[in-house]
């Protein structure tokens, strides 16, 4: 029989690569979009990998109780990926309140929808490894204890114990992945990675002179979002529910990785790179290191693809990408 999965967020970076994951695997695929990004390039990240007429969406909000349900009831999915956020850090300062809503409450919506209409299927809750903040060990494990530094952390924090307690209180097959940075060239520009994989590619293409970023000294844990969204795919396919952190081992400064991709294009960084003060954090997440032991012994899950690996691939894209735009704007001109 074919398996149904209905994914929240999948017109994002990491709804795109799982939807073309679960396609793969021969998955019937549902979305769910807010009506107000319905049209027009709401689904530009499912057009890029073509599968914008493989999935079906539909129409529901993540603070709309009675939509959820509605579209679980006729769905009926076996399993169901919670990966609708309100996602960039930075904003959660100017809208918490709407961060809250969307980012935790939106987590016990989606429950609630489950637990009355499809209680047996399988629930993935997006983590994030912004929870760890400010770090109380120096690599981040599944036990290592919280301490959120915005709050898009602290909503992050609510979904991903509301997701341990519906496991815990109702039997229900939940799982938390706490994922560390995952990018790609389907990133949004206002990620750090894909706003330097852009810049670099229009100094590169003599669309722009300068970069000008906040806090280069902080360090991620980076990887990429296609090989992410495997381990939670396998997450939903145990036994039970778990949590697990989704991660490279590896950390790089946001300095180091901006210079692999002027490198990359074969640019001096010190003649581009500018330090704008005006873009630091109220309060800043210094380092993230995670430890995927624990996916790697049950999951058999292993990051695949080095950080120079995937800063490369998003400069290639970003230069054709401003390479079809330029050749297009020419022809109108
Ligand atoms: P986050 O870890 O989810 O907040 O992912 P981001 O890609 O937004 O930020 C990663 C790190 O890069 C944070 O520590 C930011 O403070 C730092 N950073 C430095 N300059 C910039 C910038 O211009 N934009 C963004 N988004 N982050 C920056």
């Excluded at 967020?9 to 793969?24: C, K, M, N, V």
């Excluded at 990240?45 to 914008?52: H, P, V």
């Excluded at 909000?61 to 009675?66: H, I, K, T």
């Excluded at 090989?227 to 396919?237: E, I, T």
Aim: charged content about 25%.
């Amino acid at each position: 029989m074919t398996k149904k999965a209905l994914i929240t967020g999948i017109t994002g970076q990491d709804g795109a690569y799982l939807s073309q994951l679960l396609l793969e695997k021969g998955y019937e695929v549902h979305g769910v979009v807010r009506r107000s990004s319905h049209h027009g390039v709401a689904d530009h990240r499912l057009r890029w990998l073509r599968i914008e007429n493989d999935v079906i969406l539909h129409d529901a909000n993540m603070v709309d109780l009675s939509s959820l349900i509605r579209v679980v009831q006729e769905v009926q999915p076996d399993e169901v990926y919670n990966l609708a956020a309100q996602s960039f850090v930075a904003s959660s300062w100017n809208q918490p309140l709407l961060t809250c809503q969307i980012t935790a409450e939106g987590v016990t919506m989606m429950l609630e929808a489950l637990r009355v209409a499809a209680p047996d299927a399988h629930f993935y809750q997006a983590s994030s490894s912004e929870m760890y903040g400010l770090i109380q060990q120096a690599h981040q494990s599944e036990t290592t204890p919280f301490y959120p530094r915005s709050p898009y952390a602290v909503a992050k924090l609510y979904g991903h114990w509301i997701t341990v307690n519906y496991r815990e209180s109702f039997g229900m097959h939940t799982s938390s992945g706490i994922l560390f940075n995952h990018e790609s060239p389907l990133r949004g520009v206002e990620f750090v990675t894909r706003k330097v994989t852009d810049s670099v590619a229009r100094i590169k293409l003599g669309l722009a002179k300068e970069l000008r970023l906040g806090n280069i000294d902080a360090k991620r844990d980076w990887g990429h979002a296609r090989d992410y969204v495997k381990a939670m795919w396998l997450m939903l396919q145990q036994e039970s529910g778990d949590d697990y952190v989704v991660a490279t081992g590896r950390t790089t400064s946001v300095r180091d990785m901006c210079e692999i991709a002027f490198k990359h294009v074969g640019l001096d960084m010190e003649r581009y790179l500018i330090v704008d003060p005006k873009l630091f954090r109220p309060a800043e997440v210094d380092v993230l290191l995670g430890d995927p032991a624990k996916a790697k012994r049950v999951l058999g899950w292993e990051a695949e693809t080095t950080l120079e690996q995937m800063i490369c691939e998003m400069v290639d894209a970003d230069l054709d990408r401003l390479a079809v735009k330029a050749a297009t704007s020419r022809a109108y001109a």
